[in-house]
């Protein structure tokens, strides 16, 4: 077996053995995705899957940021967003980027910024160039116990951005840097909750193009 893919069987087999983890040795994993450029605008959103240290309830959901509505509106401010649980279609067609398994305080910092960002709970004010999909996961990923997280130039550029994170610490993440539906292929089944609810969307389509 080549080098590289050895090193890409050892990488998924963490992570698999992290999102499999038993009750006796249970954890959440966090991973990070994102989607370019085709029928839908860029996009990056984070999944949660696992079982709490502290145990209860196994924990299966995906989340991302977004505008409520794509319009010219966009471009020039403000306008309304909303937290999103991406389809399972969608999923499969974006790309996973690096894992982290969380602590228990970590998971809680993740979900408080869930309900931060939320309609019903918190602030969902979008903003393209201040307060969009990957700003969201920035915060995810500074909660989770990343510390360079900052990348100022790279705040439209979802993929890019997860990209320099990996790049700034190799060291604590997990790369993965597979497409969803190759690594979604290789999960257990885990009859997981949604520990907060969210509108199911496809983020970011097309004008014209059909949704998933």
């Known amino acids: 077996m080549p ?8 990488r998924l087999a963490l992570v698999v053995t992290a999102f499999a983890a038993s009750p006796a040795h249970a954890s959440i994993t ?31 959901a995906s989340y991302g940021f977004t505008a409520k509505s794509l319009s010219p509106a966009l471009l020039f401010g403000n306008v309304k967003g909303r937290v999103e649980r991406p389809k399972p279609g969608y999923i499969a067609g974006s790309h996973v980027r690096f894992a982290r398994t969380l602590t228990d305080a970590q998971y809680a910092a993740i979900l408080s910024l ?21 700003t969201f996961v920035r915060e995810a990923a500074r909660r989770s116990g990343l510390t360079i997280v900052e990348f100022p130039k790279l705040m439209k550029k979802p993929s890019s951005y997860l990209r320099a994170v990996i790049a700034a610490q190799p060291q604590a993440v997990t790369v993965i840097d597979r497409t969803g539906k190759e690594f979604l292929a290789t999960l257990p089944p885990l009859n997981g909750a949604v520990p907060i609810d969210a509108p199911i969307s496809t983020p970011g389509t097309m004008p014209g193009k059909k949704d998933e």
């Open 30 to 60: 966090i991973t990070f995705w994102s989607r370019d450029f085709g029928n839908y605008f860029p996009h990056a959103f984070f999944m949660l899957r696992g079982t709490p240290d502290a145990g209860g309830a196994p924990v299966d």
């Open 114 to 134: 869930v309900r931060e960002w939320d309609e019903r709970t918190g602030d969902a004010t979008y903003n393209l160039g201040k307060r969009n999909c990957v």
């Open 3 to 10: 080098d590289a893919a050895r090193r890409w069987v050892l």
